[in-house]
């Protein structure tokens, strides 16, 4: 049985998992992350131990990141796929500077198996792993690549973006993409390759300027060995890439241009987050009502209450907000307290908070007003699911 659904236009391919599937995911043990396959480098052969090609003063191969806590290497983890066929599978990965989302290769999480694409049953990324350890563990609830990875064999549109079912790290760990020309410019390519002095347990780092090659950017020096696709390439404090390709008897690494193509593609993803509104479902043993307020980044303030209405026992109800009311990028909060028992002049205090979010979907029981109210909660993107 599926544990996931896949939605598909002529730009990209959505790839939505169910709550089976987080749990799934969560459930993995640290000798599943151990004996993970290393994804290999798209369209590749395997090489020997990597060595530095003609390098300049300042550029160095392959070599463990030792603090992991200063940026950019405090974006980056592991990204650990299960295919229920094939088993457990390791890659790199960095968080964006949004709330959720994480910047892989899209070869990581789509394989073409003769013309057949096959996506894993669940995923999960650890943020800043090494040897068994990490800083957080976040099942992905779902991503999205380009329709056209699936038919091509280069680089061009090998990225993919992945939504986290929650915020992973805390809120300034992202980075921020550029799609500036980043040629002869010094570049940190991160990942956790599966060479001996790594194999795929350790993150590992190197200093190249990057050149061109055809449509996409490349690096001499690369971390060309499995495990390391999809880790970020960073410019000055920016991803402008990640690890993708490479070649036989080479150490010469290539990645995707993060440009129009992959632009494009992190609107429709950020626009897909936008929150529109939220179904409910009470099953409190109670007629209670409902309040909602949100809360920019950065702020101490709650904005406004969106929403005050009674809402009977044993109905569902889907809310729409207006065009605009809650920012993109907001934390929203949704409170139940019920009918009649006090005033609704200050949710916060009177109803105590329900649900608290960052474009995330649950299910659970919460305690709110001393009473134990189930509240199915879907936040919906500019399609319902």
């Known amino acids: ?12 391919i959505e790839v939505v998992y169910d709550d089976a599937a987080l749990a799934e995911a969560m459930q993995m043990t640290p000798e599943d992350i151990a004996n993970a396959i290393p994804v290999e480098l798209f369209n590749r052969e395997p090489v ?14 392959p070599q463990e990141v030792i603090n992991m806590d200063i940026s950019p290497f405090n974006a980056a983890g592991t990204l650990i796929t299960n295919y ?67 038919s091509n064999t280069d680089p061009t549109f090998d990225f993919a973006i992945c939504v986290l079912a929650r915020q992973a790290g805390d809120e300034g760990n992202g980075l921020e993409y550029s799609v500036d020309l980043p040629l002869n410019q010094l570049a940190t390519t991160i990942g956790y390759p599966g060479i001996p002095i790594s194999d795929a347990k350790k993150m590992m780092f190197t200093k190249n300027r990057v050149i061109q090659h055809y449509d996409s950017w490349a690096v001499d020096n690369g971390l060309v060995a499995g495990g390391s696709s999809g880790g970020p390439w960073v410019v000055d404090g920016k991803v402008i890439g990640v690890n993708s390709m490479g070649f036989g008897g080479s150490t010469t690494e290539v990645s995707p241009r993060l440009q129009n193509e992959f632009n494009e593609l992190y609107q429709n993803v950020i626009n897909s987050l936008k929150i529109k509104g939220f179904k409910l479902k009470n099953d409190a043993g109670a007629n209670i009502r409902i309040g909602a ?10 904005k406004k209450k969106v929403i005050g209405t009674s809402f ?27 009918v009649g028992a006090f005033p609704w002049t200050n949710p916060e205090v009177t109803g105590g908070m329900v649900f608290e979010c960052k474009y995330n979907n649950s299910i659970a029981t919460y305690n709110v007003n001393g009473g134990m109210y189930n509240l199915n909660l879907d936040y919906t993107g500019t399609t319902t699911r």
């Open 312 to 338: 009977p026992l044993g109905q569902s109800k889907e809310f729409i907000f207006a065009d605009n009311q809650i920012p993109e990028g907001a934390l929203v909060r949704i409170y139940a307290e019920p």
């Open 84 to 150: 229920s066929k094939y088993g457990d599978y390791s890659s790199s990965a960095s968080l964006l500077k949004r709330p959720c989302l994480l910047l892989t290769a899209a070869h990581c999480v789509c394989n073409i198996d003769n013309g057949n694409k096959i996506f894993p049953s669940s995923a999960a990324f650890y943020l800043q792993y090494k040897n068994g350890k990490y800083k957080d563990k976040v099942p992905i609830r779902r991503f999205y690549i380009p329709v056209q990875h699936t």
């Open 1 to 12: 049985m599926e544990t996931y659904k896949i939605f598909e236009n002529e730009h990209y």
């Open 293 to 302: 307020k949100y809360k920019v980044s950065g702020e101490s303030v709650w």
């Open 48 to 61: 020997g131990d990597l060595k530095l090609e003609a390098p300049g003063a300042d550029e160095h191969g």
